[in-house]
């Protein structure tokens, strides 16, 4: 679990590195001034996270399925093999599908006004901007978009389907209870992450829907990884009594 806990706060770095000083600019400034370079670039690293969380939180949904109705084959099932894969492969895809939107948007022609109504380079407002027939660009993206949202949504249902139907098998409520706060907290960040996604990229956007688009988008790339930390801090005991234990020295630290 700690494992894949460093993975996903890497790919919250990633995201607020990328999307965090750049949207503290433009608030600060009014408006600010990218390169086309920069603005491709900004859009090709913002997907590598984004995508890679989707893929990843069915990982670590696949690993506790394992941990809650597994408990006694979980060290022989989940060996380094089984890590090193569902690692890997989600950061393979996070780089890797990017690299296609990347490709069909620097073959557009902008030759419109150049002001982004966003505070990033974010697809949609980019393809506002093209002067080119964008509907092959947009076909190709639906496309391939079309199993970053719904294969990793279907494998956590599955997989959290078998772990209800475990939790409720416990006879005691002290163990349903336990086995419900190991996902509780993973359960949290996916109904937070897939939420606002889908409600970004599902809804029909609009001229009039503009500012909510840019709340939701605020919210998956700037609150959720903040939150993302405090959820999984509050509901680990190891590290809930590891805090108290660091607390515990300062306030016992006389300065004489």
């Known amino acids: 679990m700690y494992l894949f806990l460093v993975h996903l706060s890497l790919s919250d770095v990633f995201l607020t590195i990328n999307i965090g000083p750049k949207m503290l600019h433009v608030i600060l400034a009014n408006g600010s001034l990218i390169s086309y370079s920069s603005c491709i670039s900004q859009l090709y690293f913002f997907g590598v996270p984004t995508i890679f969380e989707c893929f990843f939180l ?89 199993p970053i949202l719904p294969v990793p949504c279907v494998l956590i249902l599955i997989t959290y389907s078998y772990i209800a139907v475990t939790v409720l098998k416990i006879s005691s409520a002290t163990g349903r209870r336990k086995a419900f706060s190991t996902c509780s907290s993973h359960l949290i960040v996916v109904c937070t992450y ?50 108290a234990k660091l607390f515990s020295k300062f306030r016992s630290t006389k300065v004489v």
């Not at 894969?85 to 599908?97: E, N, V």
């Not at 419109?112 to 993206?141: G, Y």
């Not at 990229?201 to 605020?218: M, Q």
Request: charged share 10%.
């Open 194 to 243: 897939y939420g606002t996604l889908l409600a970004l990229y599902l809804v029909p956007s609009g001229k009039h829907l503009s500012n909510i688009n840019k709340t939701l988008s605020l919210l998956y790339t700037v609150i959720t990884p903040m939150c993302n930390p405090i959820i999984y801090t509050l509901r680990n005991q190891e590290i809930m009594i590891s805090l």
């Open 58 to 146: 069915s990982s670590m949904s696949y690993d506790r399925y394992l941990a809650v109705c597994k408990p006694l084959h979980y060290q022989s099932v989940m060996d380094i093999r089984l890590q090193t894969y569902l690692i890997l492969w989600p950061w393979f895809l996070g780089f890797s599908i990017p690299l296609m939107t990347v490709i069909s948007v620097n073959s557009l022609e902008f030759c419109r006004q150049n002001v982004i109504d966003h505070f990033f380079c974010d697809l949609a407002p980019l393809l506002k901007l093209s002067c080119s027939d964008t509907s092959v660009v947009e076909l190709e993206m639906l496309v391939v978009s079309m």
